[in-house]
């Protein structure tokens, strides 16, 4: 069973940085494109970013221009979203999730999420 | 953007009945749509893609149908796993890939 498992969530206070971390447990499935969605409490969801299996093509969704950026290291199965100048209004679980393909983005596989709380 | 609605917010309905579910798109996205189960406390799981093809492991008891900016998900004679939320997805034309609001289907 291919598992993808979050880490690096936590309290920020607003204005600052978190890297989180998705590792994939399935080396085939970790070279396909991947995304971060995230689930503000007791909201829906919201796509944030996508990356291709090469990691040369990357999409943000406009709230998070400019301050996330996402990145993998198909070495270590590994898929990154770095954050910056975090806001009160980024506070969710982070999931992520893996894409067939960037022709047609569903997403396959989740991890469990990841908390991020920006408060002060 | 490409702007997707459910209907209705709230859906009750009876163990071991159907529950039909409406998803619209702001614009024509062809087939381009997937449904996803989410449970209290768990990830989302897709259950469709394509508007139509179930994925891998999907009780047949769910059904997706539409084209253009209607679609449907039908459940088939609801199970108690089956209460939880659902959205739909539409990936026709991004960034940014677009979700529904949600629908709750809860028990009667």
């Known amino acids: 069973e291919v598992q993808l498992l979050e880490s690096g969530g936590d309290l920020v206070h607003p204005g600052g940085s978190l890297r989180l971390s998705c590792v994939v447990s399935d080396s085939t499935v970790a070279r396909y494109p991947m995304s971060w969605v995230r689930q503000a409490p007791g909201k829906g969801l919201e796509w944030v970013s996508s990356?291709?299996?090469?990691?040369?093509?990357?999409n943000y969704t406009d709230s998070v221009k400019g301050r996330f950026t996402i990145s993998r290291d198909n070495s270590r199965n590994t898929v990154y979203l770095q954050m910056t100048s975090l806001r009160v209004d980024d506070t969710a679980v982070y999931y992520c999730?893996?894409?067939?393909?960037?022709?047609?983005?569903?997403?396959?596989?989740w991890g469990q999420g990841t908390l991020v709380l920006v408060s002060s | 953007e490409i702007v997707m609605t459910q209907s209705p917010v709230t859906l009750s309905v009876s163990p071991g009945e159907r529950a039909t579910l409406s998803c619209r798109a702001s614009?024509?996205?062809?087939?381009?749509l997937a449904w996803y189960q989410q449970k209290p406390g768990q990830a989302p799981r897709r259950l469709i893609f394509?508007?139509?093809s179930r994925a891998t492991g999907i009780s047949a008891r769910f059904s997706g149908s539409g084209s253009g900016t209607e679609f449907t998900l039908t459940i088939d004679s609801l199970q108690p796993e089956d209460f939880a939320v659902y959205y739909c997805?539409?990936?026709?034309?991004?960034?940014?890939?677009?979700f529904g609001g949600g629908t709750t289907v809860d028990v009667k």
């Open positions: 394509g508007a139509s």
């Open positions: 997805q539409q990936y026709n034309d991004w960034p940014p890939l677009t």
């Open positions: 614009q024509s996205i062809g087939k381009n």
């Open positions: 990356i291709s299996g090469s990691g040369g093509v990357t």
């Open positions: 999730a893996n894409l067939p393909s960037l022709v047609a983005p569903s997403f396959d596989y």
